[in-house]
């Protein structure tokens, strides 16, 4: 969906949200609360600027209005692959996004993501996968990487992980998979709006992730780990 | 991947600590050793990413319970196609550290 | 004698490191917590899917640790390993440690577990902050032969100090993935010393992405790790903008630079080529005022000037 369109219905009742290159910043209206809006368009690649532009509108947040909610709208192809991000250290522009986001949950700032075109890998670490709730419309497309490229990568065919994806939602990309395995809290159908409200009435600052993937069958050992080394000697 | 087993028996029971040797990387193999009431007998499992090779593990097992006698030990190993030279070596390395870790605890 | 960090193995490393007899092992090898997702492709699982994690001490102090395993999948993060990593930093949160040390060689997500490694991945990520949030220091050192990518790399950047050795690597894409997409004319993953310009640890250590650089030995890696436990912890606002500041200059001088030597260069460097031959102490003596950060130190009084504008807006 185009961004104009998921804000649209984020906020039928009003909102400054502006693009500027492929970042989107400012503001809508939901309910009672007035929350600041965070995100990238065009499937864009997130490179060290783009990492460095969100994180300076999430501390400006955090000094501009204290406690207001953050909504991200992720669409990002991942991060970008250039020689030249790497070399100036792509890993810690987006690490010091990563922080920012967490800086504010912890200064008391609920923190939504919603996916509405593509997530992939890096691109996503650093701010939708660091939200309290984190949503996708449910035709998002969520991955680490294509079967195909994967098929290449670790030497397995591509038909065999078709395969195997229909009766596992650890391989195949796909916003339901995410779902399953506690990735993503909950898909956005219908009224945006309603969607939006309810999830800041629920907000939890704790990674309740794992036990997500656990209630919901997709991700079975994560949570009894974490447990486990919590009680051992 | 290929599940092989091998029991010898009247072997030295023997004292140690569980104890763990080698990285489970191409051409390389884990091995674990564990202590268990197996009657004298020592019982070793492998794992293998390399089909078709049990009468060589076969005989390097027969191999290394001929120089070690070692008994109510279970072995499990975890191998990513070792040739038989390193698989001998870890095992010897890993009884060694088993029996060693043992005397340090007592 | 000295022992070669580099040429260790995870269980050798966190020996080497720790006072002798205090490594303790949760989940160790024989709880057999291996990976469910493996077995299905044909793989075999490691009995400990490639991370030790537990605790011990150095130094007499008490530190929670892990450790991963490159020769197992590249240290690949899948769900198992992922879910050790959280709990011991979350069990951190609880028991207050000293610090937590975390000797990462890693790709990244395994891609054999794609999803549940993303997520695993998204995970430590934010337990680490949460240990550093509840005031333990997390300490990263790099030194492997697989160095630290893929989302790992921005995960050891969450961290309140990377240690990295000249053979560490550090970054977020690998080489050999960039020269796959972007072709040979981006990035050339065969020239070993454009890759170690790019990500090597002394150009990691002149730009500021790691606190401490020190030559591959276990002791070198001990003694600069009492060094930042006794550092402790700086979780605080203006330290991320401190950091914003520094990353926003960062890009300011050095993006338009082609290469790492552009970028020495521009620290003050007047032989950028002398630097891939200095011992580690030769390195750091004549790096003193030529990392990225003293330039910004230099120019505090000038960033105070800029008076009421705040160092984050852009």
Redesign the interface.
Known sequence: MEWKKVVEKLFPTGHEVHQEGDLLSGEGRCGKHTVAVIGTTNHTEVG??LA??M???V??V??NHPGRPIVFLVDTSG?R????????????????L???V??AR??GHPIISLVYEQAL??G???NG??ADVCAALPEAEI???GLAA?AR??R?SEE?LTQ?SIS?????PGAK??LL???LDVLWEGDLSACLKDALEHVDAN?H??VL?LERGG????????????A?? | ?ENLKYRFDNGKPTQGV?A?VG???SG?L?V?V?PAALGGACEIEV???ANGFDRIWQAVMKDFFARHRVGDIRI?V???GATPAIVSLRLDQAIETYIAQGKIKT | MTHSYYES?A?ARIAGLLDADSF?E??????R?TS??L??????????DGVI?GRGSIAGKQVFFAAQ?G??MGGAVG??H???I???L??AV?DHPAAVLLLLETGG?R?????????????V???I??AR?AGVPVIVAIGGQYGCF??M??????ASAIIISEEGR????G?E??ET??GVE??DSRDRALVW???GGK??YL?G?CDTIVPDSMEAFQRAIIACINNGEDWS?EA??R??QL??D??QR??S????RD?WRELGWADPDAIAMMDNDEFIAAAQGRRAKDLECADSSALEKRGDK?P???
């Open positions: 060290v600027e460095l532009a994180a300076a509108a501390l400006a955090i000094h991060q692959l250039r020689h030249r991000d790497e070399m100036l250290g792509l890993n810690g522009y987006m690490a010091h990563a922080k920012c967490e800086m912890r200064r890998s890096g996503f670490l650093a996968m660091m991955r680490v990487m994967m990568v670790t397995i065999r195997l596992s939602p650890v391989f195949a998979n995410y395995m506690g990735g990674d992730r794992r993937g991700r079975l050992l994560a949570d009894v780990v974490v447990n486990r080394v919590s051992s000697a | 991947m569980t763990i990285v489970l990387g390389n884990e674990l564990e794992k293998t990413a499990s975890n191998d990513a | 193995s269980r303790h949760w989940l160790p090898a024989a709880d917590l469910p997702h077995a299905a492709l044909e793989q075999s699982a490691a009995f400990d994690v395993e020769g197992f769900e198992v992922g879910a050790k959280v709990g011991m979350e069990r609880r997500v891609l054999q577990e794609a999803n549940a490694g993303l997520i695993a991945v998204s995970e990520m934010r337990a902050l949460s949030a893929g989302g790399g921005i995960a050891s950047r969450c550090l970054g977020l894409s080489p993935v960039i997409v972007r981006e990035y310009r790019t990500v150009h990691r730009l992405e606002l991320l903008e950091e914003h990353l926003g960062r890009v050095f993006g630079c082609k290469d790492g970028i705040s984050h807006s852009i």
